[in-house]
């Protein structure tokens, strides 16, 4: 079955460290993968999307990354702060249409 | 960045009651929006995709009478959610595509709760 798994459901880091967030894909062939931030109560805000001919991305503190092998993205966050604390969502492109991940909660500690 | 809106932003109202969502994106036009509802630490459900000038499309599973979509105009896809009932609670978003980005711009939801 096709499945999109965002491996922790939660996600604990100290400030200042790197939080490394994975999504797993199975039985899709995505052209691109997106990572957005979810707020509570809010909807999601678009942050980066990585291609499958692009092995990484980066935006500013954010970096991407797309094995199409390994089948798997990961999102990583350097220099980690409280603001950084929300839910982050990645999502595909899958039969004609976008397919989310349920989501990791990334609770930065002061 | 490109803006989507909705509204209102929360509404409750009484089971058996229709109620409204307006999705309007403010400095593009938007042929396609889609609906997403949310339950609380749920992923996003596509619901439905509206199509300018035409039928929208439901997911499998999405009552097309219950859930009514129109899309008048470039800027405006209304949701309506018709005899709402307790389990109709959620949190609806919509979203407008940018296509030559591949990049969606969200809605900031709308939380519904049916008494």
């Known amino acids: 079955s096709q499945k999109i798994e965002q491996n922790s459901e939660a996600l604990n880091i100290q400030e200042g460290k790197t939080a490394t967030l994975t999504c797993n894909y199975t039985?899709?062939?995505?052209?691109?993968l997106q990572w957005y931030r979810q707020d509570p109560g809010r909807g999601p805000v678009f942050l980066l999307l990585?291609?499958?001919?692009?092995k990484e991305k980066r935006k500013e503190r954010l970096k991407v990354t797309f094995d199409t092998t390994l089948k798997q993205s990961l999102f990583h966050i350097t220099a980690s702060q409280p603001a950084d604390s929300a839910t982050y969502l990645c999502a595909l492109d899958g039969d004609d249409k976008i397919i989310f991940g349920k989501g990791t909660r990334l609770h930065i500690l002061p | 960045g490109a803006v989507v809106s909705q509204h209102p932003s929360w509404v409750i109202c009484k089971s058996g009651t229709s109620v409204k969502i307006e999705c309007r994106s403010l400095d593009f036009q938007a042929t396609t929006m889609f609906w997403y509802r949310q339950f609380p630490k749920q992923s996003l459900m596509l619901m439905a995709t509206?199509?300018?000038?035409?039928?929208?499309?439901?997911e499998q599973g999405v009552e097309k009478d219950k859930f009514l979509i129109n899309h008048a105009s470039l800027t405006l896809s209304t949701l309506t959610v018709t005899s709402a009932h307790p389990e109709d609670s959620s949190f609806y978003i919509c979203?407008?595509?940018?296509?030559?980005?591949?990049?969606?711009?969200f809605g900031p939801g709308t939380r519904l709760t049916v008494l």
């Open positions: 990585i291609r499958e001919n692009e």
């Open positions: 509206s199509n300018e000038g035409s039928k929208a499309t439901y």
């Open positions: 979203s407008a595509p940018r296509w030559v980005t591949d990049t969606q711009y």
């Open positions: 039985n899709y062939s995505p052209a691109y």
